[in-house]
């Protein structure tokens, strides 16, 4: 029958009482762990585990490789004791689902509950509840979500943001947040990007512990990540600090003092690159080439660098609203603002309408909010810039100012390269 009585004297508390046996236990214990994923939305998720995780990841370099494996670490920690909350944040396909669902799953080895659902999903989840036809209640429903003992949000940044939406999502959020609710939660999108109130809970570092994941798309292994098709770094493969031309013999002695500290500020950057590094100046004076020679620097030892012109980025970046463009704006965009290493050359030649403005500042602020090591040249002065980068590139705790005095190169004819001009960009001759 699968149930036993205790042989216990008639005095004891389980005297009478039925309980099951060995296999019965087993067999209950099978139904209760199978319910649980049920409930969880993991039964297709079983295979995403920490033992099937790569924290080395797939042909990253040594420090893509410590920081995808200190978010490895990081998040099993938390599996063991999960206390707070986990907002794990990255690049599409760089590991952070797996992860999360990895969580998930410990929780019910361990046979406690715990819901796992990407926000669209739930979003419909909830809708579905005010159909006539629906078993339960929109209430209930929504309960049900608010209160699990441990909930996992999965790409909370992609649902529509519908009012009805974001109010739901603040309801569900400030709940979990007052009471302390364990919650982990994923997204591609940068704090100052989402919504305010939902920014204000998340930003909580008393509560939220924030993991940023650098890794590209692993979906991508195998393919050289220094190649986007942004990057155009191959164009300035000859430009290397040690072939920058000092201009020994030509310059006066305050302009080559001058130039010699500026290689020397590119070579320590290059080999610790640290918060920002913006060189200044007229148009051929170096700056580009200093600028590239870090890029190079950082390939050659093997880091990844993506080097890109800023109004290319943005023409980048709107051709991705054509109907037939290949890649979306907002993985195009992330492509560019999580970049390990970044390089922006003739940062203020972009056209400057609200819209580019907006976006540079949107890409500047979260490298800068993220201290993800960046450098920039540009020939303006920095009050001709927008004043709300400004504000960023004046923060001397975060981003060194190097001005270069030496004047546009006029070297021999053949030697331009090599001395600070820019090559042409799409077989096209640029004139500085």
């Known amino acids: 029958m699968g149930y036993v009585r205790l042989d216990v004297p008639i005095d004891h508390p389980n005297f009478g009482k039925l309980f ?37 990841g ?33 690049g599409y396909g760089c590991g952070k689902t797996h992860l999360a669902a990895a969580i998930a799953n410990v929780a019910l080895d361990k046979g406690h ?15 579905a509840a005010y159909a006539p036809t629906s078993p339960t209640s929109y209430d209930r429903r929504f309960e049900e979500v608010r209160t699990a003992p441990l909930l996992i949000l999965d790409d909370l940044g992609t649902e529509h943001g519908t009012s009805w939406a974001l109010e739901k999502l603040f309801q569900l959020l400030n709940y979990r947040y007052m009471a302390h609710l364990p919650t982990v939660i994923t997204t591609n999108r940068a704090l100052e990007d989402m919504e305010p109130r939902l ?42 600090l040690d072939s920058f031309d000092l201009r020994r013999g030509e310059l006066d002695a305050a302009e080559a003092e001058n130039l010699e500290r500026a290689l020397e500020q590119a070579r320590i950057f290059a ?66 603002r999580h970049a390990p290493f970044l390089v922006l050359d003739d940062l203020g030649t972009e056209s400057a309408t609200p819209w580019a403005q907006e976006k540079l500042f949107q890409l500047l602020n979260h490298r800068y909010v993220a201290k993800l090591p960046t450098v920039l040249t540009t020939a303006r002065l920095l009050e001709d810039l927008d004043p709300k980068i400004r504000t960023r590139l004046l923060d001397v705790s975060r981003c060194t100012i190097f001005s270069i005095l030496a004047p546009a190169y006029r070297g021999s004819s053949g030697s331009s390269k090599a001395n600070g001009a820019k090559p042409s960009r799409s077989r096209k001759k640029v004139t500085q």
Not at 27 to 51: C, H, P
Not at 304 to 314: E, R
Request: include cysteine.
């Open 113 to 127: 509950p715990v819901i796992f659902v990407t926000v669209p999903d739930l979003l419909d989840y909830l809708r």
């Open 58 to 90: 797939h042909g990253l370099s040594p420090e893509l490789q410590t920081n995808l494996r200190r978010a490895y670490e990081t998040t099993l920690a938390y599996a063991q004791h999960p206390e707070g909350w986990l907002l794990l944040r990255g």
């Open 271 to 336: 080999a610790n690159p640290v918060g920002w590094l913006m060189f200044t100046g007229t148009y051929g004076c170096g700056k580009t080439h200093l600028a590239a020679g870090i890029a190079n620097a950082r390939v050659q030892a093997g880091y990844p660098a993506l080097f890109v012109v800023v109004p290319d980025l943005l023409d980048h970046l709107r051709a991705t609203f054509n109907p037939q463009s290949p890649i979306t704006y907002d993985k195009r965009f992330e492509e560019v």
């Open 199 to 240: 920014r204000s809970r998340l930003g909580d570092p008393e509560l939220v512990q924030i993991v940023t994941i650098l890794a590209p798309d692993f979906r991508q292994a195998g393919v050289d990540h220094t190649e986007s098709d942004l990057n155009t770094l191959v164009l300035y493969a000859d430009m290397t």
């Open 20 to 56: 099951p046996c060995t296999c019965r236990t087993r067999e209950i214990q099978s139904q209760r762990a199978e319910s649980l994923r049920l409930t969880s939305n993991l039964a297709t998720l079983e295979r995403f585990t920490f033992s099937t995780f790569r924290p080395e």
